[in-house]
């Protein structure tokens, strides 16, 4: 099974901030590599597929980048409405595994 | 409108059976990937099946041998049958499409998600 791994495990910033989020997968997982966003009590929402392709209607402020075994999703200058819990899935091969997810508070 | 709506959670024992069902409107699930995901409370993403377009399947090692995957065509519904139910199989349980092509392979429509909590 392909690991996949978020640093770090929480993190705190302002609005206004620019965030940066790793991920690292065990494997190759080529460009197989998406980025959700999840807050309480909501299902997960697909922000970034492809590692860098915006999903429709997702503001540009969030991007990724990266292939093989690294990437990264940036956020430029938070919004209130971005704080929340953030995951990386690579859909390279089953079992689709995710990361253990990134909280992002405010500070 | 595109969307997903989960049914058939609840409270059961453990060893006891539960089937999850995921109607789907907008699309047609036999034309896509469609899958499962679950989050135990507190906790992280946890994959857990797809059915492919072509109707195989491939599942977790947690879940594979207790839990089936299938569609009918007809109900344009996705469907998680899940036996031997154990106490760490509790989690809210999600249905997600993969679009599988056009360059998407990620879950792009989710749905609200259904509690299952297996106590005794």
């Known amino acids: 099974d392909i690991q996949m791994t978020q640093s770090p495990f929480s993190l705190s910033a302002s609005v206004g901030d620019r965030v940066t989020i790793t991920c690292r997968a065990s494997q190759s997982v080529g460009t197989y590599l998406n980025w959700y966003q999840q807050k309480p009590g909501k299902a997960p929402k697909l922000l970034i597929y492809?590692?860098?392709n915006l999903q429709s209607g997702v503001p540009s402020a969030f991007s990724g980048s990266g292939s093989g075994t690294d990437f990264t999703l940036t956020i430029t200058s938070l919004q209130p409405e971005d704080f929340a819990t953030y995951y990386c899935?690579?859909?390279?091969?089953?079992?689709?595994?995710f990361g253990q997810g990134t909280k992002l508070e405010i500070k | 409108e595109v969307q997903l709506v989960e049914s058939g959670g609840g409270l059961v024992q453990p060893g006891e059976s539960l089937r999850l069902s995921c109607v789907a409107s907008?699309?047609?699930?036999?034309?896509?990937?469609m899958n499962w995901v679950r989050q135990a409370p507190g906790k992280g993403l946890e994959w857990v099946s797809v059915i492919y377009s072509s109707g195989s399947t491939s599942y977790a090692d947690s879940v594979r041998g207790r839990f089936t995957i299938s569609r009918d065509f007809s109900q344009n519904t996705l469907y998680l049958q899940m036996n031997t139910l154990r106490t760490d199989d509790t989690a809210m349980y999600y249905c997600?499409?993969?679009?599988?092509?056009?360059?998407?392979?990620?879950?792009?429509?989710w749905g609200q998600g259904i509690m299952v909590t297996v106590s005794s």
């Open positions: 899935q690579q859909s390279h091969s089953t079992p689709y595994t």
């Open positions: 997600a499409r993969d679009p599988g092509g056009g360059g998407i392979h990620a879950f792009d429509i």
């Open positions: 492809a590692a860098s």
């Open positions: 907008g699309f047609t699930v036999s034309s896509i990937y």
